[in-house]
């Protein structure tokens, strides 16, 4: 049961901050006119501001300037009937937790079944359909395609500097104690601060943005006081912690998963000062993600080919991702994002303390059980120096297909590749190679950074 909630107090009215990602909604809308899936637009999505995914569900640019109505922007779900929401609701959160995960899955889908079935054309729908369509082809993950390690053996596969497509699955890494959803939220201490959600009552239409802009205040009530009759869970996929230390897991805090620390000081800047951090870099080392109970997030690939981790503190979510793909699997992936079947879907259900650490380039997507309650996980992108080429390699991927109309993508993503460089130019003077997977390796990883510098130039000049 949730702890008393000191929030009670606030009831604000509703805060449309101007809408955000109205072309991409456009396209998306494009892509999902039609039910069955059919009207394809072959473009993938690339997130530019950083840290987020490439999904255009996140994207959080401002382009336009017209604060629409509420009642412009919002459906309600009241065509799911009573009866139906009884399915949703007929497992308490205290059952959930021990239940396995293929009941678990199986309960998602009932319920992915009806809000499928919404007469409303929202995000919820679309979301709804698309991850019954995948959770309908995946399977539970085996031991080898999800390694469930112990915290030396998580440690021993990073030092290899080895690729494993595979995710990483630990316990107890995070030595921050679990934190519930309550006490985090009670640590926002400025309810008029603004944060981002993402809303499945949002109308899927060609000028609304599927993401929107609420206080901290509006926040803490919908999570303090939930109406039990909704079926809009809010998502908060851009969320700071107020919590410096303690959330990377312990394996992922070594010298070989410390490299994007590094980038943070500016290529502009030579000192190694504290001062001389630039003001405007996002947070991509850690965030908070907040989610209400059946919050859904859609396929995707976390954007600057970033590693990432995740670890549940409060609630359950299920994982699912595309298993080891082949490159024509991940060619036809990034052809099209959001109707791509193909290839192997796994899942994985995370209880509080697990951790899934995943390489950069997983398509996976997230799902939740209304019945099990909300969800609070910290996440964080790490990169590491054993992996540059991939890193580089899945960045060009990103960049392959993508409309690159974002400045910001192409800056840090240069910025970061140029600092690389001159670390791993030093490492071949000094002959300390070895954790940059060797000399073959940084030059591969040189010949490709120069690959990504010369597409960037044909974009700036076209
Ligand atoms: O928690 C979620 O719903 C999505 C997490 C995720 O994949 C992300 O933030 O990139
Ligand atoms: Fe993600």
Redesign the pocket.
Known sequence: MSPPCPWSAHNEPLYFAPPYGIWDNERLLNIWQDKEYGEIRPQPFSNPSSG??THPA?LSKNQHESSPQEDEVLSDFSDITDADTIILQDVPEAEALPISDEDFVSRVKGALELQGKCKTSNVGRRQARRILQLLQLALPASPSEALQLSSDEARAQVDTGRFVSTPIITENEQSLPLHTVAQFLDEYYDDTATVSIQDPAIRLSRNIPSVRTVTVAQLKKRFCEPDPNANAPW?C?ELATHVDDGLRPAFLNHEESRLLTKLKLPNTKDSASRRHYEPGWKEVEK?A?L?QAG???EP?Q?SHGYN?Y?TVNQGI?GFGWLSSPTPEERRAWCRNPMTFVGGKWRYKVLRPGQTVYFPSGTV???F?LKAAGD?L?F?GHVLRCSQIVHWVETMLEEKAGSDITNEELTVSALAYLERVERFVRQALKTGQVEKWGGAASIRRFLALKQKFMKICEVVHRS
Do not use: Q
Request: charge should be neutral.
């Open positions: 987020t995914p996140f998502n996929l965030w993600l989610a919050a859904l997030t995707h976390d990432t995740i979510i996976h997507f997230v939740r969800t996980a996440g």
